[in-house]
Every structure is written in C-alpha cells, then in structure tokens.
C-alpha cells in the first residue's frame, strides 16, 4: 500500500486526471477496501484466518501493479477497486490472525503488529524514492513489488496459526453433562453471528472517531503548518513526519504498558494525551510549538486503534473475523471521512480551528474507554443452579 502512495503522482499524471478527479477515485479504494473487509471477515470465522491471509495477501501484493497499468480513469477507478478489495481482506484477516496470535501469546502483543506495518510505510517510501530517482515505470516498481508480496505471502503463510477448535477435551463433558448451563452456552454464539453485541458496535464507533482523528493528521498537519504558520515547505512536511514517527515508536512501547495498566488505561490517557497534544498544535502561534504538539498527538493516538480490534477479536472468540470487520470497517470510514469534515469546515472557520472537532472525540473516547472492559460472561451466574441440581 506504502508503493500505490508513492507512485500517486506519477500515476496521476501516467492517467491524465486532476487532484479532484483522483479525489473521486480514491472513493473506489475506500469502497473497495470497505467491502473486502465486510466480506472476509465471515470468511475468516469459517474458513479459519491463515486461509484468508493467504487469499488476502496474494491478491493485494498482485493487485497493486493494476493502478500501474490503467491508461484512463476508469480503469484506474477499476484498479483500485481491485487494490482496495484486496487491501480490505488482508486488513481483517491479518488482525484477526493477530488476536489469535496475541491469545495464544499470554501479553500484548498487537500494537507492536501495527508498529510494523508503520515499517512497512517507510520502507516503502525509501525505495518508491529510489526507483522513481531512476526513472521507473509505475508498472515495473508495481510488478516487482506483486511479483514479492505473492511470494512472501506464499511463504509465510503456512506458519501462522490454523483455525482454533474447541478442544476435544472439552466435549466430552459437555455430552456427559446436559444439564449444566456453561457447555450449552457456546453452541448459543449463532445468535452473536447474527446480531452483533452492542460491545462491537460501541468499539467500532470509538475506532471510527480516533482513525478520523489520524486522518485528519495524515492530510492537514502539513498543510496547517504551511498555510496557518506560513512554514516552508520542508519544515512544514516535519509535522506528518513527527506525527508518523511517534506513531511507530509509540506502537512498539504500547504493548508492555498495556501488559502493565491495561487496555482501558492506554485508550482513556492516550487519547486525552492525543487532544492535549492536537490543542497545543492548532493555537501555537510558534512552528516549534506546532510540531511538537502534532507529535504529542501521535504519542497519543499510537496505541489506541490495536487495542479496538484485540477487544472486538475477543468479545466472542469464534465471531472473531466478523467483529473486527466491523470494526475495522467503522474506522477505515472514520479515515476516509478526516478529510470530508474538515475540508467544509474551513469555509466556516480558521483551519487551525476545525481541529477542535478531532479534539473533542478524542476527548470523547477517553471519556468512553472503558467500553474496552470484557463483558462479563454470564456462565459465573449459573454454578448456583448447578449446584442446586
């Protein structure tokens, strides 16, 4: 994904099409995106998700070269419903193959996944750079990353964890005891499949609200430096880039200090951390300031998304997929919505202004993190009846 953002300018100009026009594409990757995630996610639950990583990974490395090869906008809008299909698969299985991972695990381990995807991000620049240095095609940097990524996925796939199974241990009590009520309640998760739990709809809606907040830095930080503070634009390009490098370094701190306080601490302080670090950067009137508090920003939010999907993967075990595609699908929305909201609201008020709408979500969530608590199970509540029987 990190090589389709590095070559989209030269794809833009390859096809021939405006900012506004690639802004309209772009709704296809995101619609694209949106609908892989919805759909893999029951796929996952059902076909375990290392089968999905697999089908997700393959056809996201080889989709990736077709922005390459589009010569008008429809079948670039075409590529990149493709791509973002191809993406949306690969983001929830992966996830939800990361709860797994992390379940079986014993401590935290997602946000340190999500720092290397932040890797991914910046290795990806550093050779998009170099190839376009060359004068490289599009479609050949694009068929050589496809051509990896299917290997790759090839062969890291059949190391991840199969599709988890209730122990044979476990069922024959269930067969000798039919009376008690913790062993029937499992075969009750049909009707979670059916109906999601509000948990799972309350973690998306908070997930949604923080990656708005991300996007909202991925696509003004620079241009608030530039156009509000009258920075260069070199200095002004330092705002996502320490917002970016907080977010990788953050991620690979979360997981000891959610090993240590919790998932609830981490969302509640770290988005209060992340609106603090948002209202120093909006009212600086000082480009130092401002940096800073845009990195402030991403310490904050670096550790709250991976504790989202880790909830929602464990609200119901063998929902797993199901829930964090709805999660994630909430978010990715939030992400595409950053730069919808605010771009109508600066013909209302100051850019450095609208931020305060990011600001009062991540107030909002840290006010709300304690919806990461489990629920708690109700098979506690009938040992006195079964006792009593």
Known sequence: MGMWIVHIPAIEHQVGITHAVLGWLLLF?????????????????????????????????????????????????AALLALGFG????????????????????????????????????????IGARTLSWDWRPATTLTAVAVTGVLITFALVPGMLPPERPSPATTPPRQTDSTPSPPPSPPKAPAPKRRTPSQVWALGVLALLLML??????????????????????????????????????R?????????????????????????????????????????GWTVFGIGLSGCIPQFFTAAGNVDPESSGANVSKVAGLGYVGMLAGPAIIG?????????????LPVAFCVAAAVSAGILRPAHRKTTRPEPARAEA
């Not at 909202?216 to 330092?238: G, I, M, Q, R």
Request: include cysteine; hydrophobic fraction near 50%; charged fraction near 10%.
């Open 29 to 77: 990757l995101g619609g694209g995106a949106f609908t892989g995630m919805q759909v893999c996610g029951a796929l996952a639950d059902r076909f375990g998700s290392r089968n999905i990583v697999l089908a997700g990974g393959a056809l996201c490395s080889a989709t990736v070269v077709l922005p390459g090869l589009a010569a008008s906008p429809w079948a670039l809008a």
């Open 87 to 126: 993406n949306g698969c690969l983001d929830v299985s992966m996830n939800t193959q990361a709860v797994q991972v992390e379940r079986g695990y014993g401590r935290p381990v997602m946000s340190a996944f999500h720092a290397v995807f932040s890797v991914g991000g910046v290795i990806a620049s550093l």
């Open 213 to 250: 907040c991300e996007g909202v830095a991925n696509d003004w930080s620079v241009l608030h430096l530039k156009d509000v503070l009258d920075a260069p634009a070199a200095t002004a390009a330092l705002a996502y880039g320490g917002f970016a490098t907080a977010m990788t370094v953050g």
């Open 252 to 292: 690979f701190v979360t997981d000891r200090v959610v090993g240590r306080f919790g998932r609830v601490f981490v969302v509640r302080y770290g988005a209060a951390f992340g609106a603090l670090g948002l209202t120093v950067a909006s009212l600086s009137p000082w480009v130092p300031l401002a940096l800073f």
């Open 344 to 356: 109508p609201l600066t013909h209302l008020v100051p850019l450095n202004l609208t931020f305060f």
